[in-house]
Structure formats: structure tokens, C-alpha cells
């Protein structure tokens, strides 16, 4: 089981830069080793910036934290 | 072979920093000769933009330009590719073929990746570039030729003399004329001017109106490492504005990683702290000692071990910065020293 906590240390290291222009990545729920995030703010519409996100934070969770599974963007 | 598509001379950019000037200085001063031009530079740092310069402004320039990666070549390969080969040298060989010196006659050869060559390969070349002769594979006939030969490297050559991986011998007639490129995070001052470049240059070729650049994007621009380079730098502006659809390029446009790695370089300064209750007695001067040595470390360490900005980041002199990581006993790490810069371009 992969803890809320672990999943907001890795999201906090870019969340500095996604505020600085007016968006967020938000940690809606943690189910069992899968992460639910939304994307909030300038960015949200954008299908570019979804896909972006979604690759690369996917990525960076399963590098850092063993067992994580998924990111489900909602 | 690379093909050097449609080169212009107006597509380079040559950058505010002081050391690309030098650079592009030296790059106008050596373009009138015809001797060997070396270009160390990691990976993306533009050695082969280097060598399309000296070319286009040197009198060689109705010539051929030609570029050949030796990695890009099993040991046997590299001397065919270079040198050619006659009709039934191997099987396979069905007919005459000239080799790259050849292909470049009168013009100029770039051969990029020149540490990745075998030392037994290295002897031949030195041969060739010595006699200005080539012989092809499996040919008796030596076969003059007249080019200007300009290497890439990405390592330092000197070193892998050192090491025994690189012939002497070879490294001196090489390198008469040596630059030395600096990597990206060396000269970030350059990075706003090569983004806007590029984002120019990308939104044209897309047929879309250049998109505003937000501030922060421009920060993280401004704190990633960029491991590949200028030509790092040119894939991430290439992405943005192949993906760009609302005019305005904000972070969250910006790839992941790069984002990543910038958030990892904004490092918050080091505080020292007394738990509350502590009773024993401290030397002041000892934890002040600390706290200096702390803080340089930290500012050499986010600011790649530039001294000039580690000392604007403690709001101290240079000279006093100097002084003070003496005084605290502190080494520069040595893993921020760029590679032996040539004399000509320390200016």
C-alpha cells in the first residue's frame, strides 16, 4: 500500500512551478497502490498538458515509491 | 552520411554569454586557415553546427561539407566508410567504392566522435591525415586528397592520452586548433535567447502565431540541468509548440521530467537550529563556522559551482567568496570544472 504522504512528496517537487502559473495537480484519493489526481487551474482544459502530466508523474511515482501502480487522472 | 540538409549561417545563435562570443570570435579567426580544428563539447553542445560554420565561412565553401560519426561503426566499418574500397576487397563488394576523404575532396570532413575510434584504426587515420593520402581497402594506390579535417569529441582528448586509450601521436596533429564548448547549464544567460529561437523557428514551420512564453516556464527553463544540451533544449521547444493549443505555453506544457529535474535545483538554503532546552555550552565561532561552510556549499552546489552566481546567491563579493571557502577549507567540486579551455578562447 503505497501512503498518501509518499504521493505528495513527489507531487510537491513540481507542484512549486504548476502554481507559479496558476494550475495545480491535486491528490484526489489513494486506492490501494494507484493514485487518483485532477488537474486544476490554467491547465485543466488542456488535452496537451493532461498527457504531459500524466506520462511523466506517472513515471516519477513509480520510480520513487516501490510499489506504486497507476495514475488515474479524473 | 548526416546530410547537412540547408545549412545557413543565420540559423546559429551565437548567445549574450561571454563565452560563446570568444568562441564565435575564434570560430571567424580559423575559418581562413586550413588547419586541423578540434571541437570538444558534450553531447548536444553543437559541434557539428561548429564545423558547418567554419566550413560555410571558409574558402572551401563550394566544396563538399562532409560529416561521419565514427560511433556509428564496427571497427572494419569505420575503414571502409572512411578510406573506401576497391571492387572484391570483401565479399560484398561489388564495385568501387570512394571513402568519405575521398567524398569530401576539396571541401571539409567532419569526423564527430573521434574518441570512440579503435586505437587500431587510429594509426590509419593518422596516416591519412598526415600524408593527405588514402589507400581503399584492398587497393594498392595511394590517392591524394585535399580536405580540411575538423573532429568532434565528446570527451577530453588529453585525458584519454592520459589513460592510454588515445594515441599521442594522433592527438597533437589533431589538435592544432582547439575549442571547447561549454554545456548548457554553464552558460544559462543563453537560455532565454535560444528558447525564443526556437519557439520561433518551430512556430513558423507549424504555420501558428508564436505563443507567449509564461515567466515560469522561463524559471524552469532557467533551473533544469539539461543533460542534452542546446539540443535538449531544441526537442522541448519543438514538443511545446507541436502540442500548444491555447496561445499560451505555461508549465504545464513543460514535459514532466523537466519539470522534475528543475524542482530538484530549487534547493532551499540550509538553516541551522539550537534545540530548544539545549544546555550545553557551544563555541559560537565553531557553529558559525559551520553555518558559513553550509551555506557556500549549498550556493556552489545550485548555482554548478559558478562562483560569480554561488556569490550574488549569499549577496557577497566574488573576492570575498574566494576568500572565505579558503578560509572554511572547502574544495571546488571538481566535478563542475569544464574541460581544459584552449587560450585562445579564455579571453
Known amino acids: 500500500m503505497v501512503s498518501r504522504d509518499q504521493i505528495e512528496s513527489v507531487l510537491g517537487r513540481i507542484r512549486p512551478l504548476m502554481q507559479a502559473d496558476g494550475g495545480d495537480i491535486e491528490l484526489v484519493d489513494v486506492k490501494g497502490n494507484n493514485a487518483h489526481v485532477r488537474l486544476t487551474g490554467m491547465c485543466a482544459g488542456c488535452p496537451s ?8 508523474v506517472e513515471m516519477a511515482l513509480r520510480d520513487e ?10 | 552520411m548526416r ?12 548567445g549574450h554569454s561571454a563565452r560563446m562570443r570568444a568562441i564565435f570570435d575564434f570560430v571567424k579567426v580559423v575559418s581562413r586557415s586550413d588547419s586541423n580544428v ?14 558547418q560554420l567554419l566550413h560555410h565561412a571558409s574558402s572551401r565553401r563550394h566544396q563538399p561539407f562532409v560529416a561521419v560519426s565514427c560511433a556509428l561503426f564496427s571497427e572494419n566499418l569505420i575503414e571502409t566508410e572512411l578510406f573506401g574500397h576497391e571492387r572484391g576487397a570483401f565479399t560484398g563488394a561489388i564495385k568501387d567504392k570512394p571513402g ?5 575532396q576539396g571541401g571539409t570532413l567532419f569526423l ?3 574518441d570512440d575510434v579503435p586505437l587500431s584504426m587510429q594509426v590509419k587515420l593518422l596516416r591519412a591525415i598526415q600524408n593527405r593520402t588514402v589507400e581503399r581497402v584492398g587497393g594498392t594506390r595511394s590517392i591524394s586528397v585535399n580536405v580540411r579535417v575538423i573532429t568532434g569529441s565528446k570527451r577530453d582528448l588529453k585525458r584519454m592520452v592520459a589513460e592510454g586509450n588515445f594515441r599521442e601521436d594522433l592527438f597533437y ?3 592544432v586548433l582547439p575549442i571547447v564548448l561549454p554545456p548548457l547549464r554553464d552558460r544559462r544567460e543563453d537560455i532565454p535567447l535560444l528558447t525564443d529561437f526556437f519557439f520561433k523557428r518551430f512556430a513558423r514551420q507549424r504555420g501558428i502565431d508564436l505563443p507567449a512564453i509564461s515567466p515560469a516556464v522561463r524559471y524552469t527553463f532557467g533551473r533544469y540541468r539539461w543533460p542534452g544540451n542546446v539540443r535538449e533544449l531544441e526537442n522541448a521547444c519543438e514538443r511545446i509548440v507541436q502540442t500548444c493549443s491555447c496561445g499560451t505555453v505555461r508549465t504545464g506544457c513543460v514535459a514532466a521530467g523537466i519539470l522534475f529535474g528543475a524542482g530538484e535545483t530549487v534547493a532551499a538554503a540550509p538553516t541551522a537550529g539550537i534545540a530548544a532546552g539545549e544546555a550545553q555550552s557551544i563555541s ?3 557553529r558559525l563556522r559551520d553555518v558559513e561552510s553550509s551555506l557556500i556549499t549549498w550556493a556552489l552546489k545550485v548555482s554548478d559551482g559558478n562562483k560569480s552566481r554561488a556569490a550574488e546567491l549569499l549577496s557577497i563579493k566574488r573576492s570575498t567568496l574566494g576568500d572565505r571557502i579558503t578560509r572554511c577549507g572547502l574544495a571546488e567540486p571538481a566535478a563542475a570544472k569544464p574541460v581544459d579551455a584552449p587560450v585562445a578562447l579564455s579571453a
Not at chain 1, 65 to 74: A, C, P, Q
Not at chain 2, 3 to 14: A, I, K, L, M, R
Not at chain 2, 100 to 104: D, S
Open chain 1, 65 to 74: 515509491i516501490k510499489d506504486f501502480e497507476e495514475l488515474v487522472v479524473v
Open chain 2, 38 to 51: 578540434i571541437i570538444t563539447g558534450e553531447s548536444g553542445t553543437g559541434k557539428e553546427v561548429i564545423a
Open chain 2, 173 to 175: 596533429r589533431l589538435n
Open chain 2, 284 to 286: 559560537l565561532d565553531d
Open chain 2, 100 to 104: 568519405r576523404f575521398e567524398l569530401a
Open chain 1, 49 to 56: 498538458a493532461h498527457m504531459t502530466l500524466y506520462m511523466g
Open chain 2, 112 to 114: 564527430d566522435d573521434i
Open chain 2, 3 to 14: 546530410t547537412p540538409g540547408s545549412f545557413s549561417p543565420d540559423d546559429v545563435v551565437v
